[in-house]
């Protein structure tokens, strides 16, 4: 499985960026897709998740209210809109998957697909 990421860039705090993420290859062992974001000196920290089969979604504490996860199966992608962007949010974003459907979504040592990474950069 190959993940593609894109739609990072520079935005000024206050404003929104999209980011998007296809998945391609073995996609049907696929159950969870989501992102994650690392800063420099930083551990890999969840951001949001979608679980396929069961629908569900999951946020960090830190995104929710400003960021939403959502998907489109018949392309296998999974988008984040983030919005209301601060200082803090700036990081490099990495779309994530994995073929275990249940358990701990929060951890990335449980995911076994990796995009390669979208800088996203809020200026003040």
């Known amino acids: 499985v190959l993940l593609q990421a894109y739609g990072g860039g520079l935005v000024q705090a206050g404003g929104s960026l999209r980011l998007s993420c296809t998945a391609s290859g073995r996609t049907i062992t696929i159950s969870v897709m989501g992102w994650f974001r690392q800063s420099p000196g930083k551990e890999r920290e969840f951001v949001a998740v979608?679980?396929?089969?069961?629908?569900?979604?999951y946020y960090a504490d830190s995104v929710k209210g400003r960021f939403t996860i959502s998907r489109d199966s018949s392309v296998k992608s999974v988008y984040l809109q983030m919005n209301s962007l601060g200082p803090e949010d700036t990081a490099v974003y990495f779309c994530?998957?994995?073929?275990?459907?249940?358990?701990?979504?929060?951890?990335?040592?449980?995911?076994?697909?990796w995009g390669q990474g979208t800088q996203v950069t809020v200026s003040s």
């Open positions: 979608d679980s396929w089969n069961g629908g569900n979604t």
């Open positions: 994530a998957a994995r073929r275990l459907s249940t358990g701990n979504y929060y951890s990335h040592f449980t995911y076994d697909y």
